[in-house]
């Protein structure tokens, strides 16, 4: 049994008031192993009294640690997985694509060679209204493991911010322009890698006869330290080429303008992109482009990191009601509701 699950059996057989027989700033790596258990086991009680005695210490680095990883820990495993049929069509979905896509190829253990271990997580998605839409298998790298100048090299890729896309918002209302989204598929399998990186043959997919043998990636795979720089690399690279100019102040905001003055604003954000403009046939020929080279879809818009976008034909609305209740959600709030507020009346007379 590891240091880990000790600590997290002893702590769970106690009462969340017993929770401070412990050192929390000594032990930190322990707390979120052992949030990791009780999100698994669906303690979210003991969560939140947990979360309550270390706000009452004002451990605030800590505290966002702990929500953190309390949302982006995995709720489903491996083995819980495999005995449901939704979750294997998912991955059976998530391995044709990436085959598809040319992103590795087996070959032979090489000594000296460090092969990278691989995991599966997986993800309801859901639309504004909060409905499961599809259920997502993602394989991704533990790039945890990786080693700096050994198979890993840059990392830094630059993102959007959100006062950023306000802007641009903005910018819409100001001029009733039109505003599209755009998605990319297998976003960071599109990066191309210029380190020699090696990584364990998945679990359930391993090729029969040659399961000694590893996979050496040609693409990016998730969770890699270098993915998103690789995929910032490719679409950077496209678009200087194809005669746009990048903000220097923003670097993931591309504008073209041609020689009559028709304009196109892309601005990039992980697998998304939005771009806003004059002039119609620029958007469309521009969609093709995009659905040709990084085989991206066209969603339109109404929901973009956690803004919800309504567009009409003169005026644009903009709200963040689905990120909110996920704030509430998150921590064990009630939506609030109009507060009883009793007033003495004086009489007059």
Aim: net charge positive; proline share 2%.
């Amino acid at each position: 049994m590891t240091r880990a699950k000790r600590w997290s059996l002893l702590v769970m057989s106690k009462s969340p008031k017993d929770i401070n027989f412990i050192t929390p700033i000594k032990e930190r790596w322990w707390l979120v192993e052992m949030l990791s258990l009780m999100k698994r086991r669906k303690d979210i009680k003991i969560i939140n009294n947990l979360l309550l005695h270390i706000r009452k210490h004002q451990w605030a680095q800590l505290l966002l640690l702990l929500y953190y990883h309390l949302a982006t820990c995995d709720s489903i495993v491996f083995e819980e997985a495999m005995k449901d049929e939704k979750w294997r069509i998912a991955m059976d979905e998530e391995i044709t694509s990436i085959e598809k896509n040319d992103t590795w190829k087996l070959v032979r253990w090489l000594r000296g060679k460090k092969s990278i271990g691989v995991k599966w997580i997986y993800k309801e998605k859901k639309n504004v209204k909060g409905e499961v839409e599809r259920y997502k298998g993602r394989l991704v790298a533990k790039g945890y493991s990786q080693k700096h100048k050994i198979n890993y090299d840059e990392v830094f890729a630059p993102d959007a911010k959100l006062k950023t896309i306000r802007l641009i918002i903005v910018i819409v209302a100001q001029h009733r322009w039109r505003i599209y989204q755009m998605n990319v598929k297998l976003t960071f399998l599109k990066g191309f890698l210029e380190e020699e990186v090696y990584i364990e043959q998945p679990m359930r997919y391993k090729v029969k006869g040659h399961e000694d043998k590893v996979l050496k990636l040609n693409k990016a795979l998730y969770r890699l330290k270098q993915a998103q720089m690789a995929w910032y690399s490719r679409t950077d690279g496209y678009f200087l080429k194809n005669g746009f100019v990048k903000c220097p102040y923003e670097h993931v905001i591309y504008v073209k303008i041609k020689e009559n003055g028709d304009t196109l604003i892309v601005c990039l954000y992980m697998d998304d992109l939005i771009f806003i403009g004059t002039n119609p046939k620029m958007f469309r020929d521009f969609k093709q482009t995009m659905i040709k080279e990084f085989d991206m879809t066209d969603i339109g818009i109404s929901y973009y990191l956690g803004i919800e976008i309504k567009k009409g034909d003169d005026e644009i609305f903009v709200n963040q009601e689905k990120f909110a209740m996920e704030v509430v959600t998150l921590s064990n709030y009630n939506v609030m509701k109009s507060p009883n507020i009793s007033l003495q009346m004086s009489s007059i007379g």
